[in-house]
């Protein structure tokens, strides 16, 4: 095996060595040549040692999986698609397109280095940063990898862009200026339900109770049940969409990237920047939250299965705290029971802030 570092000697007697890799010299601070190979062989060693380790344990897990060293980052970004579907899966296959891990894409997983990961990152985006971390976990709980690349304390931290509810004065002028009577009536939808954009734009006649006046949905990216009762302002939009098949049947054809366009180039038109068709989801918990609705209810309605996840989602709301006495006295603190279906199989009793 080639040395990585060799002896030598100043013409005053000190002993130096030198890194085969890098050229760098360093002092060894001896003129005895037996401490001076000595030192070197220590360093020798110490350098090799690892490598060593490694390539025994590389030979065991050959051993016992023949694919060890074929097994690339494209196979992982593969076989985590097969896990998801729809418009999740879409997703998950636009974002490993992403050029940033080009320079990972086709590297062996056994042999992929730490400043590797973290170059990706660098030329890459948040995005980058959060699917790296999904590809990394999935690989070490399938047993493919020896050990983390990074420890899970030295990722580097995630920074999101500011994210805003969109306000009513916005949600008015986006209204105004939308000619297309489907489109506004799917923005209408967004403001007084909450929803994500997919699981609105995909809502058919038959997710509609007009008996318990309520809306049941599953949700597209979570798979959680959904059931939201709505008051006579979406009775009027609802009355006014079609009576079978999608409530919005052009909307529902598109895809969310044709979706997201076509609400910029409407905020564009009217004045309206920094909000998204997702701002409408901060926009009801916000709301929620400011007027007292109860917390375990707007989670349920908005499909969110943490409670950290909705007050990141609320926590701009502003809350007016009234007295107690106040609050005994309002029709709107009173609760009533009511029995809203779960499944097709079940029903099971709720409350709601009437």
């Known amino acids: 095996m080639k040395q990585r570092y060799r002896l030598f000697r100043r ?77 999740t899966r879409e997703r998950w296959l636009r974002g490993v397109k992403e050029k940033s891990f080009d320079s990972i894409r086709n590297q062996s997983l056994v042999e992929t280095r730490p400043e590797q990961f973290l170059e990706t990152m660098n030329v890459g985006t948040v995005s980058t940063n959060i699917y790296l971390r999904r590809l990394h976990n999935f690989a070490l709980d399938m047993g493919w990898l020896l050990a983390p690349i990074i420890p899970r304390r030295k990722w580097p931290a995630i920074h999101f862009k500011i994210k805003r509810a969109i306000t009513a004065e916005e949600h008015q002028k986006i209204i105004a200026g939308e000619s297309n009577l489907e489109l506004r009536a799917f923005y209408e939808l967004l403001w007084q339900l909450g929803g994500s954009q997919s699981d609105t734009a995909n809502l058919g006649s038959e997710n509609v109770d007009w008996k318990n006046s309520s809306i049941t949905y599953s949700r597209m990216k979570t798979r959680s049940p959904v059931v939201i009762r709505f008051g006579e302002c979406v009775r009027r939009i609802l009355e006014q969409r079609p009576g079978k098949g999608n409530l919005f049947p052009r909307v529902a054809k598109w895809r969310e990237t044709d979706r997201a366009k076509a609400f910029m180039r409407r905020c564009r038109l009217v004045g309206v920047s920094g909000v998204s068709l997702h701002s409408y989801r901060y926009a009801w918990a916000e709301r929620a939250r400011s007027a007292g609705y109860p917390e375990r209810f707007a989670q349920e309605a908005l499909g969110h299965k943490s409670a950290a996840v909705h007050r990141a989602y609320s926590k701009n709301g502003q809350v007016r705290i009234p007295s107690l006495e106040e609050y005994e006295q309002a029709p709107s603190g009173k609760v009533i029971q009511l029995e809203i279906p779960h499944d097709t199989n079940s029903k099971t009793d709720r409350t709601a802030a009437g």
């Open 11 to 87: 013409g005053w007697g000190t002993y130096y060595c030198e890194d085969a890799e890098t050229g760098k010299q360093e002092s060894l601070k001896t003129k005895v040549k037996a401490e001076a190979i000595r030192i070197i062989a220590a360093k020798n060693e110490a350098h090799y040692q690892p490598l060593m380790n490694l390539q025994i344990a590389r030979a065991y897990m050959a051993a016992s999986d023949p694919a060890v060293r074929s097994r690339t980052w494209q196979f992982v970004m593969d076989e985590m698609a097969k896990g998801k579907q729809g418009v």
